[in-house]
Structures are given as C-alpha cells and as structure tokens.
C-alpha cells in the first residue's frame, strides 16, 4: 500500500484529481457514478423498501443559530380570510434557511485553500453571487448509484461515538469486512457513528455542534484508492472534531473537496436504515439523494432515498 503524506498540503497532492476529467471539470467524484454503474446499483432493489435518510427541516433541528440556523417557515397564505367564489381555499408558505441546514451536500466551492478551489479553478470566483465554478447546480443530475453503509457505531458496540473519536483507514475495512460489503469505484459511502442517535436522545444542538465522532485524515487515501464518488455521514462535517492538528481547521474538507473533488453528504439519519441493514445483513442498497437546483449555490439541502 502507498504510504500517503499526513502533512495536509502534501496528502493533497498525492491523492488529487485534478485534470482527471478534464480541464474544466466542476463535478469531481461523481463523474465516477457512470451509467453501468447506476443500471448495476438498480439491481439492489428487492424488495422495495424505502428508506428516507434527510432529517427534518423545521425549528427543532441541531443548529442553534451563529452562522447557520434551522429553517424557519411561514405562512403567506391559510385560507381563512379569502372569499372567493365556489368556496375555494388556498395556502401557500416560504421558508428562510441556509442551504446548509438539516441533511445536505457540501458543493466543491463550499472550501478552497491558496487562492484555489477543486482542478485549479480560482478561489475568487466565489463572490456575493455565489460560486461561477463548481456549483452545487452542477450535481443537478442527480447523486444516485451503490450506496454503502458502514455502521461504525453497531461495530463498536456503542449507541454513538464520543466527540473527538477519530475514524481511520484500518476500521473502516474492519467494519466492511465485518459487513460483508467492498467498497468500489463509483460507490457512494455512508458512516455511522450514532451522532444522529445522541442529538434524538438528548436534543441538545450545543452538545450536537460542539464537536464530533468522525473520519480521521488518513482516509482520504482510503476513499481516494477505492474511487469513492461521495462521502457522507450523520455527523455534521465528516471529519473528526476537535481535528487532529491543533491550530488547523477543517483538513479533512480541503482535501476531500478542494483536492479530491468529492462531495460530501452532511446530518444524514441512518437510524431506521441501520436497523433494516443489521437484521438482514445487507448493507449495500441504491441511493437516490439529488440536491436542489441552486444556480451557483455552495450547497443545497437534500433528502437522500435508500432503496433495498
């Protein structure tokens, strides 16, 4: 096995895709789920059961406000002051949030690092109009194929894993050994660590935002040698929090988004899920999660679908 730098700088080269779908690639990752894999990823489907992996998009959500707050909705229209003729009632509502609220995909302008976002497109494209390059729009045909779920947390034996529990390369083959699922090209990786489980019991959003269980470093290697084309969690930032390097922040995004080209599929629920996945032992399933339409938008909101 190739041994990968921990300097995040110089990991970053290692495993970059630059250039690898061309010059002016705004997709990454998902130009790995191809049409054969999508028709092969179908053929999971047996018995039907749908699977709903989005948290709910309402007041009584993990983030409790700073830079990103839980949706707020309201009523434009409820009817009961209209008179109109046939008795006709109408309703409409709106809503006011982040495009990061709830369960969510990080776009590959979301970060960027040395004045560059993911295949060298300049960091200062992304300006009070949003993102000209790399867009969460250009994911608009859909993030669909295999999905796999690794249930870090049943294989640990724990309802969930503390704050600062780093995940790294080793586990990750432990749990998918243990599993009986590989991991391929294409595929579209799901960790749980029971993070959902903690902030459903506790329904404390402080506790939830202040750190988290989560991927280490290293295995940007380990989803970079097996093709992986997204990455997603039902934590809220994938990597380890506190992170590993003290005095850095969000290393494991640099290099996932901004070198890898990876999109990364934040707050997911995985709870109902991992219960069907472990009394069947099937941990591989399709995954239908298309963001949001949002012209040069840095991210989007999404419901993401397990089909078994």
Same mark, same amino acid.
């Given at each position: ?42 053929? #999971?489907? +047996? @018995? !039907? ?8 998009? =309402?007041?009584? %959500?993990?983030?409790? *406000? ?123 990786? #799901?960790? +749980? @660590? !029971? ?8 329904? =404390?959003?402080? %506790?939830?935002?202040? *750190? ?97």
């Amino acid at each position: 096995m190739t041994t990968f730098a921990s300097d995040m700088r110089e990991l970053g080269k290692q495993v970059r895709n630059w250039g690898r779908w061309g010059a002016d690639d705004e997709r990454g990752t998902t130009n790995l789920i191809t049409p054969e894999r999508i028709a092969a990823a179908a053929q #999971l489907i +047996r @018995t !039907g059961e749908v699977f709903e992996l989005g948290i709910p998009l =309402d007041a009584d %959500g993990p983030q409790p *406000g700073g830079n990103r707050i839980n949706p707020i909705r309201l009523m434009s229209e409820n009817g009961q002051e209209q008179v109109l003729p046939g008795g006709f009632k109408w309703a409409d509502d709106y809503v006011f949030m982040p495009l990061q609220a709830g369960s969510q995909y990080d776009s590959l302008s979301h970060v960027h690092y040395d004045g560059q976002l993911y295949n060298g497109h300049p960091g200062d494209g992304v300006t009070v109009k949003g993102a000209d390059k790399c867009g969460i729009h250009t994911q608009a045909k859909g993030i669909t194929g295999r999905g796999v779920l690794l249930d870090i947390a049943r294989h640990r034996g724990v309802d969930w894993l503390e704050a600062g529990s780093v995940i790294g390369p080793d586990e990750l083959d432990d749990v998918a050994k243990a599993q009986g699922v590989e991991i391929g090209p294409g595929d579209i990786v #799901l960790f +749980r @660590t !029971g993070w959902r489980a903690k902030f459903l019991a506790e329904k =404390d959003p402080a %506790g939830f935002m202040a *750190g988290e269980p989560g991927l280490g470093l290293a295995t940007a290697a380990w989803l970079r040698e097996r093709d992986v084309a997204v990455v997603g969690s039902d934590n809220w930032a994938i990597e380890v929090m506190p992170g590993e390097n003290p005095g850095a922040l969000f290393e494991l995004h640099m290099v996932l988004i901004r070198d890898m080209g990876m999109t990364l599929a934040e707050m997911l629920d995985f709870e109902e899920l991992a219960e069907a996945c472990a009394a069947d032992g099937r941990y591989d399933f399709f995954y239908a999660g298309p963001p949001l339409k949002f012209t040069r938008g840095v991210g989007s909101p999404i419901n993401p679908l397990a089909i078994r």
